[in-house]
C-alpha cells in the first residue's frame, strides 16, 4: 500500500489523481489532501478519502469545520502546504498547485525525503537548479506528471543505456494555432480558456494559448533530462496524440501515444515503474487516419522565443518570465489587460531584470517578486 499526500486536489490534475486512487483502493491510501479556496469541494473529498491531514492555504477556522470531518487534522495556509508535503506520512508527494508556490512545496518533500510526483512547471521554471540538486542528494528522482515529460521519461525507459540525442517537445498549437498576431493580440477570456484538446485549469490553459506553456516545458526539459535548450525542438503537433518524442544517434525517434488524458501520464508517475489501469482507452489509430506536424511560429507566439532568451541568459531570468507571465495572465483572467498584453509585459520584465542572480531560494523568490512589480505596472 502507498501512501500518496495531494497538494492541490481540487484542481484539475488533483481530481484526476484522486480518480486514480479511488480505482486503486488496494494500493493507494492517501494520507493529506489541500487547496487553495475551494472548501467544499476539498470537504466532499476529506470525507470520502478520510486522509489523516487536510488543509486550506486561504485558511479555515476550526467552527468552520463540518462536524462529521473533525476525524482529520485541519490546517492553514503555508503551514497546510508544508506538513502536507512533509510532515504527513506519505511515500509519494504529487504536486500539483499553481505557480510558484509549488517550489517551496517540492524543495519540502524532497528534504523529508519523499518520492515527489510534479505536475506543478514553475517549481522547475524558477528553481531547476535546486530542485535537482536536492533530488540527487536524497536519491529521489523527479517523476514527471506533465504530459510531455512523461512521454519523455517513458521514451527513456524504453532506451536503456543510450542517451537521447535530441528532444521532440510536441504542443497542440491551442486555440490560437492558425490566427494571425492581430487576431491573438485581441483575444478575448472566453477564446482563451477555449482549449481545443485538453481540460485543464485556467492558467495552465491561457499559457497553452500564448504558448507560454510550452516555453516553460522548454525549461522543465532542459532540467529534468538535462538536455540543452539548443537540443530541444518544439513541434506543433494539433491532434496531441503523439506526447513527445526521443532521437539517439542512430538515427532512431522513439515516441509516446496516447490519448490526450491527464490521468495517463498522473498513473504512471504513480506507479512507476509499473502501468496501471486508467479507464483511458488506447487511441484508436484508424478513426485518427492520420497525424500532422508543424514547425512553430515566433513570430506570432514571441513567448517561444522570450523562452529560448531566458534560458540563454541563465541566473533567474526564467524566474522572471514566469513571475511577470503569472501577473499578467492573472491580470487577463481578471479582464484588465487585452491578451497581447501578456507579451509585452513578460518582455518589459525580461528587458529590465533579465540579469537577476538565483543562487539560491531568496534570490529566486526576490526575482519572481521583482518581476511581479514591473509587469504590473500599467
Ligand atoms: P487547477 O487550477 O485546476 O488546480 C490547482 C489546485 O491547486 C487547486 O486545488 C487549487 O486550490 C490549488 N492551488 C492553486 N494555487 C495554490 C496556491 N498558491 N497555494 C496552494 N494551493 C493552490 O490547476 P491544474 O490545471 O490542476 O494545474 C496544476 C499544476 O499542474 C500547474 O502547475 C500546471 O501547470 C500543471 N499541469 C497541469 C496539467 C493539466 O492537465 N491540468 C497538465 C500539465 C501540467
Ligand atoms: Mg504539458
Avoid at 512545496?105 to 535537482?132: I, P
Avoid at 515516441?255 to 486508467?278: E, N
Wanted: charged share 25%; proline share 5%; net charge neutral.
Amino acid at each position: 500500500m502507498k501512501k500518496i499526500a495531494i497538494l492541490g486536489s481540487t484542481g484539475s490534475i488533483g481530481t484526476q489523481a484522486l480518480d486514480l486512487c479511488a480505482r486503486h483502493p488496494e494500493e493507494y491510501r492517501v494520507t493529506a489532501l489541500t487547496a487553495r479556496s475551494s472548501r467544499e469541494k476539498l470537504f466532499e473529498q476529506v470525507r470520502r478519502f478520510r486522509p489523516e491531514m487536510a488543509g486550506l492555504a486561504d485558511g479555515i477556522r476550526p467552527e468552520e469545520i463540518p462536524e462529521d470531518l473533525r476525524f482529520c487534522r485541519w490546517m492553514s495556509g503555508k503551514e497546510a502546504l508544508r506538513a502536507a508535503a512533509a510532515e504527513v506520512e506519505a511515500d509519494q508527494v504529487l504536486v500539483s498547485i499553481v505557480g510558484i508556490a509549488g517550489l517551496q512545496s517540492v524543495l519540502d518533500a524532497l528534504e523529508a525525503g519523499r518520492q515527489v510526483l510534479l505536475a506543478n512547471k514553475e517549481a522547475l521554471v524558477t528553481g531547476g537548479h535546486l530542485v535537482m540538486d536536492l533530488a540527487r542528494r536524497k536519491g529521489k528522482p523527479i517523476l514527471p506528471v506533465d504530459s510531455e515529460h512523461s512521454a519523455i521519461f517513458q521514451c527513456l525507459q524504453a532506451a536503456g543505456p543510450n542517451r537521447a540525442t535530441r528532444i521532440l517537445l510536441t504542443a497542440s498549437g491551442g486555440p490560437f494555432r492558425t490566427w494571425t498576431r492581430e487576431q491573438i493580440r485581441r483575444a478575448t477570456r472566453e477564446q482563451a480558456l477555449n482549449h481545443p484538446n485538453w481540460s485543464m485549469g485556467a492558467k495552465i490553459t491561457v499559457d497553452s494559448a500564448s504558448m507560454f506553456n510550452k516555453g516553460l516545458e522548454i525549461m522543465e526539459a532542459r532540467w529534468l533530462f538535462d538536455m540543452p535548450a539548443e537540443r530541444i525542438q518544439v513541434v506543433v503537433h494539433p491532434e496531441s496524440i503523439v506526447h513527445s518524442a526521443v532521437a539517439f544517434e542512430d538515427g532512431a525517434v522513439l515516441a509516446q501515444l496516447g490519448v490526450p488524458d491527464m490521468r495517463v501520464p498522473i498513473g504512471y508517475a504513480m506507479a512507476y515503474p509499473r502501468r496501471l489501469t486508467t479507464g483511458v482507452a488506447e487511441p484508436d489509430l484508424f478513426s485518427l487516419g492520420k497525424l500532422t506536424f508543424e514547425k512553430p511560429d515566433e513570430e506570432r507566439f514571441p513567448s517561444l522565443r522570450m523562452a529560448g532568451e531566458a534560458l540563454a541568459a541563465g541566473g533567474a531570468a526564467c524566474a522572471v518570465l514566469n513571475g511577470a507571465n503569472e501577473e499578467a495572465v492573472a491580470a487577463f483572467l481578471r479582464g484588465e489587460i487585452a491578451f497581447g498584453e501578456i507579451y509585452d509585459r513578460v518582455a518589459r520584465a525580461l528587458d529590465r531584470l533579465a540579469g537577476l542572480p538565483a543562487g539560491n531560494f531568496e534570490e529566486i523568490f526576490d526575482a519572481d517578486r521583482r518581476a511581479r512589480a514591473v509587469a504590473k505596472e500599467g
